[in-house]
Protein backbone atom coordinates (compact mmCIF):
# COMPACT_ATOMS: atom_id res chain seq x y z
CA UNK A 1 0.00 0.00 0.00
CA UNK A 2 1.68 3.10 -0.75
CA UNK A 3 2.57 5.72 1.87
CA UNK A 4 0.21 8.61 2.16
CA UNK A 5 0.99 12.01 0.71
CA UNK A 6 3.37 14.03 3.42
CA UNK A 7 0.74 16.79 4.58
CA UNK A 8 0.97 20.38 2.60
CA UNK A 9 2.89 22.73 4.21
CA UNK A 10 0.49 25.42 5.55
CA UNK A 11 -0.06 28.98 3.72
CA UNK A 12 -0.15 31.81 5.37
CA UNK A 13 -1.40 34.83 3.55
CA UNK A 14 -0.69 38.18 5.00
CA UNK A 15 -1.53 41.69 4.13
CA UNK A 16 -0.84 44.91 4.05
CA UNK A 17 2.24 46.75 5.22
CA UNK A 18 4.44 44.76 7.55
CA UNK A 19 5.61 47.65 9.84
CA UNK A 20 7.27 47.32 13.60
CA UNK A 21 3.67 47.64 14.95
CA UNK A 22 2.97 44.39 12.98
CA UNK A 23 6.11 42.41 13.60
CA UNK A 24 5.06 42.62 17.27
CA UNK A 25 2.21 40.96 16.79
CA UNK A 26 2.78 38.39 14.45
CA UNK A 27 6.58 37.30 15.29
CA UNK A 28 5.79 34.36 18.05
CA UNK A 29 2.81 33.33 15.41
CA UNK A 30 5.38 33.05 12.12
CA UNK A 31 8.46 31.83 14.60
CA UNK A 32 5.76 28.64 15.42
CA UNK A 33 4.66 27.81 12.48
CA UNK A 34 8.32 28.47 10.24
CA UNK A 35 9.86 25.48 11.44
CA UNK A 36 7.32 23.26 10.05
CA UNK A 37 7.91 24.32 6.40
CA UNK A 38 4.72 27.06 6.25
CA UNK A 39 4.33 29.27 3.31
CA UNK A 40 4.51 33.16 3.62
CA UNK A 41 2.73 34.07 1.01
CA UNK A 42 2.92 37.97 0.73
CA UNK A 43 1.35 38.52 -2.52
CA UNK A 44 -1.51 41.09 -0.46
CA UNK A 45 1.29 42.82 1.29
CA UNK A 46 1.64 46.57 0.12
CA UNK A 47 4.79 47.22 2.17
CA UNK A 48 7.08 47.04 4.71
CA UNK A 49 9.97 48.31 7.33
CA UNK A 50 13.23 47.19 8.72
CA UNK A 51 11.94 45.30 11.31
CA UNK A 52 8.80 43.90 9.20
CA UNK A 53 11.24 42.12 6.76
CA UNK A 54 14.14 41.31 9.81
CA UNK A 55 10.59 39.48 11.08
CA UNK A 56 10.36 37.88 7.56
CA UNK A 57 13.48 36.71 6.98
CA UNK A 58 14.09 35.18 10.77
CA UNK A 59 10.69 33.09 10.21
CA UNK A 60 12.71 32.19 6.48
CA UNK A 61 15.67 31.34 7.89
CA UNK A 62 13.70 29.01 10.30
CA UNK A 63 12.43 26.96 7.62
CA UNK A 64 9.51 29.05 6.28
CA UNK A 65 9.30 29.84 2.77
CA UNK A 66 8.77 33.76 1.38
CA UNK A 67 6.43 34.02 -1.44
CA UNK A 68 4.98 36.74 -4.06
CA UNK A 69 6.78 39.67 -2.48
CA UNK A 70 5.45 42.66 -4.32
CA UNK A 71 9.00 44.69 -5.88
CA UNK A 72 9.80 47.35 -3.44
CA UNK A 73 9.43 44.58 -1.04
CA UNK A 74 11.77 42.10 -2.02
CA UNK A 75 14.37 45.13 -2.54
CA UNK A 76 13.96 45.85 0.81
CA UNK A 77 13.91 41.84 1.76
CA UNK A 78 17.16 41.80 -0.70
CA UNK A 79 18.38 44.52 1.53
CA UNK A 80 17.98 43.29 5.12
CA UNK A 81 18.97 39.95 4.11
CA UNK A 82 22.77 41.46 2.85
CA UNK A 83 22.86 43.75 6.31
CA UNK A 84 21.63 40.18 8.39
CA UNK A 85 24.46 37.98 6.71
CA UNK A 86 27.35 40.29 7.53
CA UNK A 87 29.76 38.63 10.42
CA UNK A 88 28.26 38.10 13.18
CA UNK A 89 29.89 39.91 16.49
CA UNK A 90 33.27 39.40 17.71
CA UNK A 91 32.91 37.11 21.16
CA UNK A 92 35.77 36.62 23.24
CA UNK A 93 36.44 33.86 24.11
CA UNK A 94 35.87 32.73 27.99
CA UNK A 95 38.84 32.03 29.77
CA UNK A 96 39.24 28.84 32.05
CA UNK A 97 38.72 29.89 35.44
CA UNK A 98 42.94 29.59 36.44
CA UNK A 99 43.23 31.99 33.40
CA UNK A 100 41.01 34.30 34.48
CA UNK A 101 42.24 33.88 38.36
CA UNK A 102 45.50 34.46 36.86
CA UNK A 103 44.46 37.44 34.71
CA UNK A 104 43.29 39.19 37.92
CA UNK A 105 46.26 38.57 39.77
CA UNK A 106 48.33 40.29 37.13
CA UNK A 107 46.15 43.12 36.78
CA UNK A 108 46.23 43.29 41.09
CA UNK A 109 50.06 43.68 40.42
CA UNK A 110 50.19 45.88 37.82
CA UNK A 111 47.47 48.11 39.55
CA UNK A 112 49.78 47.90 42.67
CA UNK A 113 52.94 48.83 40.15
CA UNK A 114 50.93 51.88 38.79
CA UNK A 115 50.15 53.13 42.38
CA UNK A 116 53.67 52.32 43.79
CA UNK A 117 54.95 54.73 40.12
CA UNK A 118 52.57 57.40 41.30
CA UNK A 119 53.58 57.59 44.51
CA UNK A 120 57.22 58.14 43.21
CA UNK A 121 56.38 60.72 40.69
CA UNK A 122 54.60 62.86 43.95
CA UNK A 123 57.09 61.80 46.58
CA UNK A 124 59.62 63.84 43.57
CA UNK A 125 57.21 66.36 42.91
CA UNK A 126 56.84 67.53 46.32
CA UNK A 127 61.06 67.26 47.40
CA UNK A 128 61.44 69.64 44.39
CA UNK A 129 58.18 71.83 45.66
CA UNK A 130 60.11 71.62 48.53
CA UNK A 131 63.71 72.79 47.03
CA UNK A 132 61.82 75.59 45.00
CA UNK A 133 58.30 76.79 46.53
CA UNK A 134 57.61 78.63 43.42
CA UNK A 135 57.06 75.11 41.21
CA UNK A 136 54.17 74.81 43.44
CA UNK A 137 51.00 76.12 42.43
CA UNK A 138 49.77 78.80 45.62
CA UNK A 139 46.61 79.96 43.94
CA UNK A 140 45.53 76.27 43.09
CA UNK A 141 46.50 75.04 46.41
CA UNK A 142 44.59 78.18 48.15
CA UNK A 143 41.60 76.88 45.97
CA UNK A 144 41.77 73.49 47.01
CA UNK A 145 42.11 74.64 50.86
CA UNK A 146 38.80 76.65 50.18
CA UNK A 147 36.84 73.48 48.59
CA UNK A 148 38.30 70.63 50.97
CA UNK A 149 38.37 73.01 53.65
CA UNK A 150 36.71 75.39 54.56
CA UNK A 151 33.81 75.21 52.61
CA UNK A 152 33.47 71.31 54.53
CA UNK A 153 33.42 72.76 57.59
CA UNK A 154 29.88 73.03 58.22
CA UNK A 155 29.20 69.81 57.13
CA UNK A 156 32.34 68.76 59.76
CA UNK A 157 30.41 70.90 62.46
CA UNK A 158 27.37 69.23 61.84
CA UNK A 159 28.62 65.46 61.72
CA UNK A 160 30.79 66.22 64.74
CA UNK A 161 27.95 67.47 67.10
CA UNK A 162 25.94 64.82 66.21
CA UNK A 163 28.45 62.02 66.76
CA UNK A 164 29.39 63.37 70.20
CA UNK A 165 25.79 63.94 70.78
CA UNK A 166 25.34 59.84 69.99
CA UNK A 167 28.51 58.43 71.73
CA UNK A 168 27.59 60.23 74.75
CA UNK A 169 23.93 59.28 75.13
CA UNK A 170 25.04 55.12 73.85
CA UNK A 171 27.61 55.01 76.48
CA UNK A 172 25.74 56.91 79.30
CA UNK A 173 23.16 54.20 79.40
CA UNK A 174 25.38 51.17 81.00
CA UNK A 175 27.80 53.22 82.78
CA UNK A 176 24.60 54.96 84.33
CA UNK A 177 24.58 51.24 85.93
CA UNK A 178 27.17 51.29 87.76
CA UNK A 179 26.63 55.07 88.15
CA UNK A 180 29.88 55.67 86.21
CA UNK A 181 28.44 58.53 84.29
CA UNK A 182 30.85 60.79 85.15
CA UNK A 183 33.31 58.69 82.73
CA UNK A 184 31.72 59.29 79.60
CA UNK A 185 33.54 62.28 79.02
CA UNK A 186 36.73 59.85 79.67
CA UNK A 187 35.50 57.21 77.10
CA UNK A 188 34.03 59.82 73.98
CA UNK A 189 37.26 62.17 74.50
CA UNK A 190 39.73 59.25 73.67
CA UNK A 191 37.86 57.67 71.16
CA UNK A 192 36.89 61.20 69.01
CA UNK A 193 40.91 62.27 69.45
CA UNK A 194 42.46 59.27 68.75
CA UNK A 195 39.92 57.31 66.61
CA UNK A 196 36.62 58.91 65.53
CA UNK A 197 37.56 62.05 64.74
CA UNK A 198 40.28 61.47 62.71
CA UNK A 199 37.91 58.52 60.85
CA UNK A 200 35.07 60.87 60.03
CA UNK A 201 37.20 63.74 59.16
CA UNK A 202 38.83 61.41 56.89
CA UNK A 203 35.29 59.90 55.51
CA UNK A 204 34.53 63.91 54.99
CA UNK A 205 37.08 64.17 52.75
CA UNK A 206 37.14 61.10 50.88
CA UNK A 207 33.57 61.47 50.43
CA UNK A 208 33.16 65.53 49.29
CA UNK A 209 37.20 65.94 48.18
CA UNK A 210 38.50 62.32 46.67
CA UNK A 211 35.03 62.03 44.58
CA UNK A 212 35.30 65.48 43.38
CA UNK A 213 39.13 65.04 42.82
CA UNK A 214 38.84 61.76 40.48
CA UNK A 215 35.68 63.55 38.70
CA UNK A 216 37.48 66.34 37.71
CA UNK A 217 40.97 64.80 36.47
CA UNK A 218 38.85 62.19 35.09
CA UNK A 219 36.79 64.05 32.93
CA UNK A 220 40.26 65.68 32.58
CA UNK A 221 41.96 62.41 30.91
CA UNK A 222 38.59 62.00 28.99
CA UNK A 223 38.73 64.90 27.43
CA UNK A 224 42.48 64.62 26.69
CA UNK A 225 43.45 67.29 28.32
CA UNK A 226 46.15 65.44 30.75
CA UNK A 227 47.82 63.80 27.54
CA UNK A 228 47.63 67.99 26.21
CA UNK A 229 49.52 69.11 29.13
CA UNK A 230 51.89 65.94 28.77
CA UNK A 231 52.44 67.19 24.91
CA UNK A 232 53.15 70.65 25.97
CA UNK A 233 55.93 69.66 28.24
CA UNK A 234 54.47 70.15 31.32
CA UNK A 235 54.25 67.78 34.13
CA UNK A 236 50.35 67.20 35.14
CA UNK A 237 51.79 65.66 38.38
CA UNK A 238 53.30 69.07 39.73
CA UNK A 239 50.20 71.09 38.02
CA UNK A 240 47.65 68.90 38.69
CA UNK A 241 48.54 66.46 41.38
CA UNK A 242 50.75 68.23 43.82
CA UNK A 243 48.09 71.03 45.29
CA UNK A 244 45.52 68.71 45.64
CA UNK A 245 47.52 66.52 47.82
CA UNK A 246 49.01 69.30 49.64
CA UNK A 247 45.72 70.75 50.23
CA UNK A 248 44.36 67.16 51.33
CA UNK A 249 47.67 66.80 53.98
CA UNK A 250 46.83 70.36 55.42
CA UNK A 251 42.76 70.35 55.65
CA UNK A 252 42.87 67.14 57.54
CA UNK A 253 44.21 67.78 60.32
CA UNK A 254 42.15 70.98 60.60
CA UNK A 255 38.65 69.46 59.71
CA UNK A 256 39.68 66.08 62.34
CA UNK A 257 40.27 69.17 65.16
CA UNK A 258 36.83 70.55 64.51
CA UNK A 259 35.00 67.36 64.15
CA UNK A 260 36.19 66.49 67.69
CA UNK A 261 35.88 69.26 69.16
CA UNK A 262 32.72 69.61 67.90
CA UNK A 263 31.98 66.19 69.12
CA UNK A 264 32.89 67.17 72.65
CA UNK A 265 30.86 69.94 72.75
CA UNK A 266 27.57 67.76 71.79
CA UNK A 267 29.09 65.27 74.68
CA UNK A 268 28.90 68.36 77.15
CA UNK A 269 25.36 69.43 75.70
CA UNK A 270 24.18 65.76 77.02
CA UNK A 271 26.39 65.57 80.45
CA UNK A 272 24.28 68.66 81.16
CA UNK A 273 21.30 67.02 80.26
CA UNK A 274 21.99 64.09 82.69
CA UNK A 275 23.09 66.60 85.62
CA UNK A 276 26.49 67.27 85.59
CA UNK A 277 27.55 71.25 84.92
CA UNK A 278 30.39 71.79 82.28
CA UNK A 279 33.26 72.51 85.02
CA UNK A 280 32.96 68.72 85.64
CA UNK A 281 32.94 67.84 82.19
CA UNK A 282 36.45 69.75 81.41
CA UNK A 283 37.64 68.49 84.28
CA UNK A 284 37.92 64.72 83.33
CA UNK A 285 38.94 65.87 80.29
CA UNK A 286 41.77 68.00 81.32
CA UNK A 287 42.47 65.18 84.29
CA UNK A 288 42.76 62.05 81.52
CA UNK A 289 43.24 63.16 77.83
CA UNK A 290 47.07 64.07 77.28
CA UNK A 291 48.86 66.14 74.81
CA UNK A 292 49.81 62.80 72.59
CA UNK A 293 46.02 62.36 72.45
CA UNK A 294 45.83 65.41 70.76
CA UNK A 295 48.89 64.85 68.68
CA UNK A 296 48.55 61.04 67.01
CA UNK A 297 45.39 61.98 66.27
CA UNK A 298 46.52 64.93 64.41
CA UNK A 299 49.41 63.45 62.72
CA UNK A 300 46.72 60.10 61.70
CA UNK A 301 44.40 62.75 60.00
CA UNK A 302 47.33 63.89 57.96
CA UNK A 303 48.32 61.08 56.50
CA UNK A 304 44.86 60.08 56.11
CA UNK A 305 44.40 63.04 54.17
CA UNK A 306 47.38 62.60 52.44
CA UNK A 307 46.25 58.68 51.38
CA UNK A 308 42.68 60.08 50.56
CA UNK A 309 44.36 62.64 48.35
CA UNK A 310 46.53 60.46 46.29
CA UNK A 311 43.86 57.70 45.44
CA UNK A 312 41.43 60.53 44.35
CA UNK A 313 44.16 61.59 42.14
CA UNK A 314 45.13 58.58 40.87
CA UNK A 315 41.90 57.01 40.31
CA UNK A 316 40.86 60.28 38.35
CA UNK A 317 44.53 60.15 36.00
CA UNK A 318 43.75 56.61 35.60
CA UNK A 319 40.20 56.83 34.14
CA UNK A 320 39.50 54.94 31.18
CA UNK A 321 37.19 56.32 27.91
CA UNK A 322 33.47 57.42 27.74
CA UNK A 323 31.21 58.97 30.28
CA UNK A 324 31.23 55.37 32.54
CA UNK A 325 34.50 56.22 33.21
CA UNK A 326 34.04 58.81 34.84
CA UNK A 327 31.78 57.55 37.15
CA UNK A 328 33.97 54.49 38.05
CA UNK A 329 36.95 56.97 38.97
CA UNK A 330 34.96 58.82 41.38
CA UNK A 331 33.82 55.60 42.89
CA UNK A 332 37.06 53.99 42.87
CA UNK A 333 38.32 57.14 45.38
CA UNK A 334 35.76 56.87 47.36
CA UNK A 335 36.08 53.58 48.55
CA UNK A 336 39.72 53.26 47.88
CA UNK A 337 39.86 56.37 50.29
CA UNK A 338 37.87 55.08 52.46
CA UNK A 339 39.32 51.14 52.88
CA UNK A 340 42.73 52.98 53.21
CA UNK A 341 42.44 54.98 55.81
CA UNK A 342 40.68 52.23 57.90
CA UNK A 343 43.84 50.30 56.63
CA UNK A 344 46.09 53.11 58.12
CA UNK A 345 44.43 53.02 61.43
CA UNK A 346 45.02 49.93 62.24
CA UNK A 347 48.74 50.23 61.60
CA UNK A 348 48.75 52.97 63.53
CA UNK A 349 46.86 50.97 65.95
CA UNK A 350 49.92 48.55 66.36
CA UNK A 351 52.46 51.10 65.87
CA UNK A 352 50.91 53.33 68.82
CA UNK A 353 50.62 50.21 70.91
CA UNK A 354 54.15 49.69 70.36
CA UNK A 355 55.16 52.76 71.55
CA UNK A 356 53.04 52.80 74.36
CA UNK A 357 51.92 56.65 72.90
CA UNK B 1 4.41 65.50 -6.36
CA UNK B 2 6.03 64.28 -3.04
CA UNK B 3 3.77 65.74 -0.32
CA UNK B 4 5.43 67.96 2.31
CA UNK B 5 6.37 65.90 5.85
CA UNK B 6 8.05 69.15 7.71
CA UNK B 7 6.74 72.77 7.06
CA UNK B 8 8.37 75.85 8.55
CA UNK B 9 6.67 78.94 8.70
CA UNK B 10 7.79 82.33 9.68
CA UNK B 11 10.70 80.84 12.50
CA UNK B 12 12.90 83.15 14.72
CA UNK B 13 14.94 81.24 17.07
CA UNK B 14 16.31 84.03 20.00
CA UNK B 15 18.64 83.38 23.01
CA UNK B 16 17.78 86.43 25.27
CA UNK B 17 18.23 89.59 22.62
CA UNK B 18 20.09 87.96 20.46
CA UNK B 19 18.42 86.56 17.70
CA UNK B 20 19.78 84.25 15.55
CA UNK B 21 17.74 83.65 12.93
CA UNK B 22 14.45 85.43 11.64
CA UNK B 23 11.60 84.57 9.97
CA UNK B 24 12.78 81.24 7.84
CA UNK B 25 10.65 79.21 6.01
CA UNK B 26 10.77 76.21 4.20
CA UNK B 27 9.00 73.12 3.31
CA UNK B 28 10.50 69.58 3.41
CA UNK B 29 9.11 66.65 0.89
CA UNK B 30 8.26 62.68 1.66
CA UNK B 31 11.71 60.71 0.61
CA UNK B 32 14.12 63.64 0.28
CA UNK B 33 17.88 64.45 1.90
CA UNK B 34 17.10 68.14 2.61
CA UNK B 35 20.43 69.93 3.92
CA UNK B 36 20.58 72.89 6.29
CA UNK B 37 23.80 74.55 5.95
CA UNK B 38 25.57 77.40 6.77
CA UNK B 39 28.92 79.18 8.49
CA UNK B 40 29.73 78.13 11.99
CA UNK B 41 26.83 80.07 14.55
CA UNK B 42 24.34 80.58 11.93
CA UNK B 43 22.10 78.68 14.00
CA UNK B 44 21.90 75.20 12.01
CA UNK B 45 21.60 73.04 15.21
CA UNK B 46 19.00 75.39 16.65
CA UNK B 47 16.95 75.15 13.52
CA UNK B 48 17.35 71.39 13.75
CA UNK B 49 16.32 71.04 17.44
CA UNK B 50 13.34 73.73 17.00
CA UNK B 51 11.87 71.09 14.97
CA UNK B 52 12.29 68.03 17.25
CA UNK B 53 11.02 69.83 20.04
CA UNK B 54 14.02 70.70 22.28
CA UNK B 55 14.23 74.35 21.81
CA UNK B 56 10.47 76.61 21.38
CA UNK B 57 10.50 79.31 18.66
CA UNK B 58 10.43 82.97 19.58
CA UNK B 59 7.81 83.24 16.50
CA UNK B 60 6.62 81.33 13.41
CA UNK B 61 5.54 77.38 13.55
CA UNK B 62 6.69 74.22 12.45
CA UNK B 63 4.43 71.16 11.80
CA UNK B 64 6.21 67.67 11.38
CA UNK B 65 3.96 64.86 9.51
CA UNK B 66 0.90 67.82 9.88
CA UNK B 67 1.57 67.81 13.57
CA UNK B 68 3.06 70.77 15.33
CA UNK B 69 4.97 69.61 18.14
CA UNK B 70 4.92 73.16 20.15
CA UNK B 71 0.55 72.76 20.13
CA UNK B 72 -0.03 69.32 20.35
CA UNK B 73 -1.02 68.01 23.05
CA UNK B 74 0.77 65.10 24.99
CA UNK B 75 -0.13 62.02 23.19
CA UNK B 76 0.07 63.33 19.90
CA UNK B 77 3.86 64.42 20.91
CA UNK B 78 4.71 61.13 21.93
CA UNK B 79 3.09 59.40 18.98
CA UNK B 80 5.09 62.12 16.63
CA UNK B 81 8.36 61.40 18.20
CA UNK B 82 7.89 57.46 17.71
CA UNK B 83 7.55 59.05 13.95
CA UNK B 84 11.13 60.55 13.96
CA UNK B 85 14.52 60.03 14.63
CA UNK B 86 17.85 61.59 16.09
CA UNK B 87 21.18 61.11 15.30
CA UNK B 88 22.87 63.92 17.56
CA UNK B 89 26.16 64.69 16.56
CA UNK B 90 28.66 62.96 19.06
CA UNK B 91 26.34 59.76 18.37
CA UNK B 92 24.53 60.36 22.19
CA UNK B 93 24.74 56.36 22.79
CA UNK B 94 24.54 55.49 26.19
CA UNK B 95 28.15 54.21 27.50
CA UNK B 96 27.45 51.41 29.17
CA UNK B 97 25.28 49.78 26.90
CA UNK B 98 26.31 47.80 23.94
CA UNK B 99 25.82 48.62 20.26
CA UNK B 100 23.59 46.03 20.02
CA UNK B 101 21.42 47.39 23.30
CA UNK B 102 21.43 50.83 22.63
CA UNK B 103 19.34 49.65 19.63
CA UNK B 104 17.81 47.06 21.63
CA UNK B 105 16.39 49.63 24.26
CA UNK B 106 14.65 51.44 22.24
CA UNK B 107 12.52 48.50 20.91
CA UNK B 108 11.79 47.43 24.14
CA UNK B 109 10.07 50.68 25.01
CA UNK B 110 8.25 51.00 22.11
CA UNK B 111 7.72 47.63 20.44
CA UNK B 112 5.81 44.44 21.79
CA UNK B 113 8.70 42.10 20.38
CA UNK B 114 10.51 39.85 22.75
CA UNK B 115 13.87 39.73 23.75
CA UNK B 116 14.90 37.14 20.94
CA UNK B 117 13.30 39.16 18.14
CA UNK B 118 14.99 42.57 19.83
CA UNK B 119 18.18 40.81 19.55
CA UNK B 120 17.48 39.90 15.91
CA UNK B 121 15.94 43.25 14.65
CA UNK B 122 19.16 45.13 16.38
CA UNK B 123 21.25 42.98 14.16
CA UNK B 124 19.69 43.76 11.29
CA UNK B 125 19.92 47.69 12.11
CA UNK B 126 23.44 46.95 12.67
CA UNK B 127 23.73 45.12 9.75
CA UNK B 128 22.23 48.19 7.99
CA UNK B 129 24.99 50.54 8.66
CA UNK B 130 27.74 48.22 8.73
CA UNK B 131 28.46 47.63 11.88
CA UNK B 132 27.60 43.51 12.43
CA UNK B 133 30.99 42.53 13.92
CA UNK B 134 30.76 45.80 16.58
CA UNK B 135 27.57 44.89 17.81
CA UNK B 136 28.82 43.44 21.21
CA UNK B 137 31.75 46.48 21.85
CA UNK B 138 30.65 49.36 24.05
CA UNK B 139 30.15 52.84 22.46
CA UNK B 140 34.11 53.59 24.35
CA UNK B 141 35.78 51.24 21.93
CA UNK B 142 34.60 52.02 18.66
CA UNK B 143 35.47 54.87 16.10
CA UNK B 144 34.06 58.35 15.70
CA UNK B 145 32.75 57.01 12.37
CA UNK B 146 31.38 53.54 13.63
CA UNK B 147 29.70 55.95 16.25
CA UNK B 148 27.96 58.14 14.75
CA UNK B 149 26.92 55.25 12.38
CA UNK B 150 25.28 53.21 15.42
CA UNK B 151 23.89 56.40 16.21
CA UNK B 152 22.14 55.95 12.79
CA UNK B 153 21.28 52.16 13.70
CA UNK B 154 19.73 53.67 16.69
CA UNK B 155 17.31 56.23 15.22
CA UNK B 156 16.33 53.36 12.55
CA UNK B 157 14.79 51.62 14.98
CA UNK B 158 11.52 52.33 15.04
CA UNK B 159 11.66 52.51 11.21
CA UNK B 160 10.99 56.20 11.56
CA UNK B 161 9.93 57.94 8.31
CA UNK B 162 11.88 61.04 9.31
CA UNK B 163 15.30 61.30 10.30
CA UNK B 164 17.12 64.31 11.57
CA UNK B 165 21.17 64.13 11.62
CA UNK B 166 23.05 66.40 12.99
CA UNK B 167 26.76 67.03 11.51
CA UNK B 168 27.15 63.34 10.41
CA UNK B 169 30.18 63.87 9.16
CA UNK B 170 32.15 66.49 11.40
CA UNK B 171 35.18 65.38 12.46
CA UNK B 172 35.45 62.51 10.36
CA UNK B 173 38.30 61.23 7.49
CA UNK B 174 37.15 61.53 3.54
CA UNK B 175 36.75 57.89 3.55
CA UNK B 176 34.88 57.68 6.51
CA UNK B 177 32.84 60.57 5.36
CA UNK B 178 32.07 59.37 1.65
CA UNK B 179 30.95 56.04 3.30
CA UNK B 180 28.26 57.59 6.06
CA UNK B 181 27.34 59.74 2.51
CA UNK B 182 26.77 56.81 0.57
CA UNK B 183 24.80 54.64 3.61
CA UNK B 184 22.71 58.11 3.92
CA UNK B 185 21.79 57.54 0.27
CA UNK B 186 21.69 54.00 0.29
CA UNK B 187 18.49 54.48 3.07
CA UNK B 188 16.74 57.44 1.66
CA UNK B 189 16.64 55.41 -1.68
CA UNK B 190 15.73 51.50 -0.04
CA UNK B 191 13.83 52.75 2.75
CA UNK B 192 12.21 55.74 1.03
CA UNK B 193 13.09 57.53 4.75
CA UNK B 194 13.36 61.75 4.62
CA UNK B 195 16.76 62.58 5.93
CA UNK B 196 17.26 66.02 7.28
CA UNK B 197 21.23 67.17 7.82
CA UNK B 198 22.73 69.71 9.45
CA UNK B 199 25.98 70.15 8.25
CA UNK B 200 28.51 72.08 7.03
CA UNK B 201 30.95 69.86 5.09
CA UNK B 202 31.00 70.95 1.18
CA UNK B 203 31.76 67.49 -0.10
CA UNK B 204 28.35 65.75 1.71
CA UNK B 205 26.22 68.48 0.69
CA UNK B 206 27.44 67.85 -2.72
CA UNK B 207 26.70 64.19 -2.58
CA UNK B 208 23.34 63.89 -0.91
CA UNK B 209 21.65 66.73 -1.23
CA UNK B 210 18.18 67.02 -2.72
CA UNK B 211 17.45 70.24 -1.87
CA UNK B 212 18.86 72.69 0.78
CA UNK B 213 18.35 75.97 2.98
CA UNK B 214 21.53 77.64 4.02
CA UNK B 215 21.57 80.40 7.10
CA UNK B 216 23.54 83.00 7.52
CA UNK B 217 24.67 84.75 10.57
CA UNK B 218 24.71 88.23 9.27
CA UNK B 219 21.36 88.35 7.71
CA UNK B 220 20.25 86.73 10.99
CA UNK B 221 17.96 84.25 8.14
CA UNK B 222 18.08 82.11 5.35
CA UNK B 223 19.93 83.32 2.25
CA UNK B 224 19.61 80.45 -0.04
CA UNK B 225 16.92 77.88 -0.77
CA UNK B 226 17.40 75.02 -3.74
CA UNK B 227 19.42 71.88 -5.30
CA UNK B 228 22.76 72.55 -3.56
CA UNK B 229 24.68 71.93 -6.99
CA UNK B 230 22.81 74.55 -9.09
CA UNK B 231 23.36 76.55 -5.93
CA UNK B 232 27.09 75.96 -6.68
CA UNK B 233 26.96 77.06 -10.68
CA UNK B 234 24.57 79.71 -10.48
CA UNK B 235 24.30 81.91 -6.71
CA UNK B 236 24.66 85.43 -7.25
CA UNK B 237 24.60 85.80 -3.34
CA UNK B 238 28.30 86.77 -2.08
CA UNK B 239 27.93 84.55 0.97
CA UNK B 240 26.52 81.45 -0.85
CA UNK B 241 28.93 81.52 -3.73
CA UNK B 242 32.00 81.70 -0.99
CA UNK B 243 30.54 79.18 0.93
CA UNK B 244 30.20 76.73 -2.21
CA UNK B 245 33.30 77.96 -4.22
CA UNK B 246 35.71 77.89 -0.28
CA UNK B 247 36.24 81.19 -1.00
CA UNK B 248 37.20 83.58 2.31
CA UNK B 249 34.67 85.98 2.90
Given at each position: MPAPPPPSPARIRLSGRIDTGAASSLWPALMAAAPAGAILDLRDVTGADTTGAAMLLAAEAAGGRIEAPNEAVARLLDRVRIALAAPAPLVEPRLPALAQLGRQVLEGLRGIGVGVAFLGEIVLGLAAALARPARLRWAELARFLDEAGLRAFPLTLLLGTLLGVILAFQSAIPLRRFGAEIFVPNLVGISLLRELGPLMAGVILAGRTGSAYAAELGTMTVNEEVAALRVMGMDPIAILVLPRVVAGLLVMPVLSLLLTLAGLAGMAGIMGLLGFPLATVTGQLADWLTLSDLAGGLFKAALFGLAIAIIGCQAGLGAGRGPRAVGDAATRAVVGGIVAIILLDGVFAVVFERLGI | MAEPVILARRLTARFGADTLFREVSFSVNAGEVFVILGGSGCGKSTLLKLMIGLVPPAAGRVALLDTDIWTADNQARLALLRQIGVMWQQGALFGSLTLAENVEMVLAEHTGLNAAARAHVARAKLGLVGLSEAANRLPSEVSGGMLKRAGIARALALDPPLLFLD??????DPITSAGLDALILDLARTLGTTFVVVTHELASILAIGDRCIMLDRQAQGMIAEGDPRQLRDSATHPTVRAFFRREAA
Open positions: - | EPSAGL
